[in-house]
Nanobody
C-alpha cells in the first residue's frame, strides 16, 4: 500500500502563487507516474499535471506556462508550483500516484486551493 500526504493549499488572490507538495510512503518502489488532479465544485475530477519516472510530463492546457511539476524519485515526492493563479483554478487538488505494472491508482485526501478575485 502507498499513502500520499499533500500540503501547501490555501487562499491566494488572483495573480498569486502557491506550491503544493506530496510525499509518498509505504510500498513505493513502482510509482511510475506521480502528479496532481483537481476537482472544482460541481465538476468532475480532472488531471492537472503528471510526470513519469522517465520524465514525460502531461498537462492540462490551462496549466501550461503557469504551473511547473517537479518530482524527486529518491524521496518519492512531487510538487506543483502554481503561478498566476486565477479563479478557475479554485478546487480541491489531489496528489495521485500510479503503480506500474500493478496498475493501482493511489490518491491523497486532497488540499483546497481558493483563488479570490
Amino acid at each position: 500500500q502507498v499513502q500520499l500526504v499533500e500540503s501547501g493549499g490555501g487562499t491566494v488572490q488572483a495573480g498569486g502563487s502557491l506550491r503544493l507538495s506530496c510525499t509518498a510512503s509505504g510500498t513505493k518502489d513502482n510509482l511510475f507516474r506521480m502528479g496532481w488532479y483537481r476537482q472544482a465544485p460541481g465538476n468532475e475530477r480532472e488531471v492537472v499535471m503528471t510526470k513519469t519516472t522517465d520524465g514525460l510530463v502531461s498537462s492540462i492546457n490551462s496549466a501550461k506556462g503557469r504551473f511547473t511539476i517537479s518530482r524527486d524519485g529518491v524521496k518519492n515526492t512531487v510538487s506543483l508550483q502554481m503561478n498566476n493563479l486565477q479563479s478557475d483554478d479554485t478546487a480541491v487538488y489531489y496528489c495521485n500516484a500510479l503503480d506500474w505494472p500493478g496498475g493501482t491508482n493511489y490518491w491523497g485526501k486532497g488540499t483546497l486551493v481558493t483563488v479570490s478575485s
